[in-house]
């Protein structure tokens, strides 16, 4: 089952634009990563982020996470036509033996 | 591109049918996992190996088993196949140590 949520499903930005995802989750984690996926690839990973992190940057990527809302935020910024994919959320199990993703956002950048 | 192979790249079956798919881990990693992916969902976690010995596993039944090598290799089996089993069948490997996984470009299976 899918333990993550993806919000929003679907967004569309111009080249230079940031974009912002969100991801909710259900159960305790030992940390939560993002990966990006090009049409129906293999998926990148992007960033970890653990649980007793707060905020994470990585290049033109920041991850944030609420451990106490059960959420995590990724912001894409100065998107480039590159940057087109779907981005997924991934949570590990404390015991770190599972990885569950959510249903991913669909995001488009228009040049 | 990751160091992590998969075979093959396209498959069809017939359902009822059994299957096998290989991965090849990426050098220095001792961890597997497989995931199945529909259209349109992200990756559902089917199960993992860690020193050739199930690790962990999602909710999927029986039919679905695994195999990891001592070279960190790997295979997943699927028996008596049904139509909902076509799906893109992503493996990823990683160190246990460190989380991270790096994926396979996946094998499309479709089943008839």
């Known amino acids: 089952s899918q333990q993550g949520e993806e919000d929003p499903q679907a967004l569309s930005i111009q080249e230079g634009e940031n974009a912002t995802m969100n991801c909710s989750y259900k159960?305790?984690?030992?940390?939560l990563q993002w990966y990006r996926q090009n049409s129906g690839r293999g998926l990148v990973h992007l960033i970890l982020i653990r649980s007793n992190e707060r905020e994470k940057h990585s290049g033109r990527l920041r991850v944030t996470l609420d451990t106490s809302k059960k959420s995590s935020s990724l912001l894409i910024t100065a998107s480039r036509a590159a940057d087109t994919a779907s981005y997924f959320c991934a949570t590990a199990s404390p015991l770190g033996n599972d990885m569950r993703f959510g249903a991913g956002t669909r995001l488009t950048v228009k040049p | 591109e990751t160091g992590v192979t998969q075979s093959p790249t396209h498959l069809i079956k017939t359902r009822g049918q059994q299957v096998t798919l290989r991965c090849s881990s990426q050098s220095g990693h001792n961890t597997v996992s497989w995931y199945q992916q529909a259209l349109g969902q992200g990756p559902q976690f089917i199960f993992q190996y860690y020193r050739e010995e199930e690790n962990g596993r999602g909710n999927f039944p029986p039919r679905f088993s695994g195999l990891q090598f001592p070279n960190y290799s790997s295979e997943l089996n699927v028996n008596a196949l049904e139509l909902d089993d076509s799906a893109l069948y992503l493996c990823a490997s990683s160190r246990r140590e460190t989380y991270e996984q790096y994926f396979g470009p996946g094998t499309r299976l479709t089943v008839t």
């Open positions: 159960t305790s984690i030992n940390n």
